[in-house]
Each structure stands twice: as C-alpha cells, then as structure tokens.
C-alpha cells in the first residue's frame, strides 16, 4: 500500500521556476545524468577516432553536433524517464533511504512526477526516432527495460540478480555498442555527403569491446554495491538485495575485487596491445585508479551511512573517468609515448 506524502507542498514551474528547477535536477540523479552524458560523449570521440575523420571538418564546424547533441538529448530524456519511473515506485521506501528526493519530500506530486516520466519517455523516443535506427533500438530497449525494473506486476529490482542484470546490461551492453553503431552510421553518411570514396566498415573495433566488457563488470559492481547504503529501506519493504542476503562486509569486498577485474583487464588489454588505443597511457592511468580504489575503500566505516554513501559516489566517480579517459586513449592512439 502506498503512503501519501504528507511533506512538503508541491512546487509550481510557473510560481516557483527555479526551485522547480532545482527539484528536477534532483529527481533525474545527477550522478546518472553526468554518467549517460560522458557515455555519449566518450562513444561518439572513439567513433570519430576510429574513422580517422577530423573532430572538426573544415567543410561544416557544426557538423559533428548536429548528431552528437540530439543522441545527447533523446538519451537524457530517457534516463530521467527510467530514474524518475523508480522514484515513482519507490515513494515510500525513498522516504527512507533517500528522503531528500522530490517525490519523497513533496516537491514533486505523484501527478507531477508521471507527467514529467511520460513527456521524458515520449521526447526519448521520438528524438531517437529522427536519427537512426541504430539510436531508436538502443533508446527503445533501454527505457523496456528500465520499464521492467520498476514497474508491477514485473518490478526486476525486487530480485537482486535480475536488478544487477538490468543495470550492466543498459549501461554495459546496449549503451556502448547501441551508441557507436548510431555514430558510425552518422559518420558514414557524413562520409558519403563530402563525396569521399571511402566507406567507413560497420564493424565493432577491439577498442569498443574493450570499454564495454569493462563497463559491463564495472557496472555490476555499482549494480550490487548501490544498495549498500539503503539497507533500512529496503529490509522494511521486502526488497531482496544482495546486501541483505549477504551482509555489508562482504559486498563491499565483492564490489571493490569486481571493480579490481575491471581495471587488471584493462591493463592486460594494454599490455596485450589493444588495437586503435594508446596502450602506455591506457595501462598508466588504469594502474594509477586501481591504486586509488584501494587506498579510498581503507577508508570507509562500513557502520556509517554517509560513508558507505560517499563510496558509492566515489564508485561512480571513477565510472565518469573511464569515459574520459578511454576516449583520450583512443584519440592518441597515434602519439608515442
């Protein structure tokens, strides 16, 4: 049965536009938001140094955005559809957990909240629609299964292997590789548009396998490690996770060791000589970072929330510089070190 929300009175855009506006930044969780921007951003760089096309053809300085911004939106939208679908799920436990969240507080009505879900989801897809079939699959898939995880009868996230399945596969799989083939499409018609003979192969390079496998294992550790924090909540309201079935401590360790995996992989890739990537950069900042995790997971006090909270977002941090470094590597693939 689901509590009213009794805090808080409702926001109006047109009252109040910029607590409006700070409540909405809110209700799509930044963290996810500056995660599917530099997701964007990364596969687009590694699609342009892949083709070994100018960032900025001389032809048309434009040119690169006007399909690197409208991915950007359409998968914009669709995150703020999938984390604001969760939170309309998830009022009353968030009440707990998270009770900061609009919708928890009473920023945000629950009327308020599914307008904002069905515009968010419709804007995703029509946007994804108008660029490529490559896009609109990815997008589409996306939000079916961010659908599938929060909302009855079939609610994923009740069942904490089909909850991390979820995650790593949007973020891992369809997001990668869904994205670099909407971008070398683009780039190709790009190609075909300045009259150059060449055609750009739709073939996945090894460096795209290689951030995705990376991504996916990652994610599987933010995927298990999230509920870490929200142990009261969800004990309360019957969400199995595997923090609850396997205690603090050890998904903790799990997290951190699966995190270890990503990072040893990606330093053997470079030492293997990972095809269109600058392998000494590439094998330098990976060992650097898994230096890092280390010594900041001494640190956390497995009893405190805020600092199980705060490795969280640590977690996620190193996530955003993956996709900032990886594309480096790739864009100076050429340069010796």
């Known amino acids: 049965m689901k509590l009213e929300i009794k805090s808080g009175v409702p926001l109006k855009f047109v009252k109040q536009p910029i607590s409006w506006f700070k409540a909405f930044w809110k209700f799509s969780r930044p963290h996810t938001i500056i995660g599917t921007s530099l997701s964007v951003l990364a596969l687009y760089l590694i699609a342009i ?35 604001g679908l969760n939170q309309l799920e998830d009022v009353d436990i968030d009440r707990i957990n998270k009770p900061g969240l609009p919708l928890a507080s009473g920023e945000f009505s629950r009327q308020q909240g599914v307008v904002i879900v069905v515009v968010m989801g419709i804007l995703a897809i029509a946007i994804a629609a108008l660029q490529s079939p490559y896009l609109l699959a990815m997008v589409s898939i996306s939000l079916l299964i961010g659908t599938a995880y929060s909302l009855p009868p079939i609610r994923l996230k ?22 670099f083939l909407h971008f070398q499409s683009q780039l190709a018609t790009r190609h075909i548009s300045y009259g150059d003979a060449t055609r750009i192969p739709f073939v996945i390079p090894p460096s795209v396998w290689a951030l995705t496998a990376f991504v996916v294992v990652f994610t599987f550790a933010i995927a298990i490690f999230k509920d870490v924090p929200d142990m009261e909540g969800d004990r309360q309201y019957n969400i199995s996770t595997f923090t609850l079935k396997l205690g603090q401590k050890k998904v903790f360790y799990i997290a951190c060791w699966v995190i270890t995996a990503s990072y040893v992989g990606m330093i053997l890739a470079g030492f293997a000589r990972l095809p269109g990537v600058n392998n000494p950069f590439l094998i330098s900042t990976h060992l650097a970072l898994l230096g890092i995790l280390w010594l900041r997971s001494f640190q956390v006090d497995l009893g405190d929330k805020v600092s199980t909270s705060h490795f969280y977002q640590f977690i996620w941090k190193l996530f955003f510089l993956e996709y900032l470094l990886f594309p480096i590597a790739c864009l100076i693939a050429p340069i010796a070190l």
């Open 49 to 83: 140094a892949e083709s070994g096309q100018s960032l900025f053809p001389s032809s048309s300085f434009f040119s690169p955005f006007s399909f690197l911004l409208p991915a950007l939106l359409a998968c914009l939208s669709g995150n703020v559809y999938i984390v």
């Open 158 to 179: 009740r069942f904490p292997f089909w909850a991390s399945l979820c995650i790593f596969t949007v973020r891992g799989i369809i997001v990668n590789l869904g994205l």
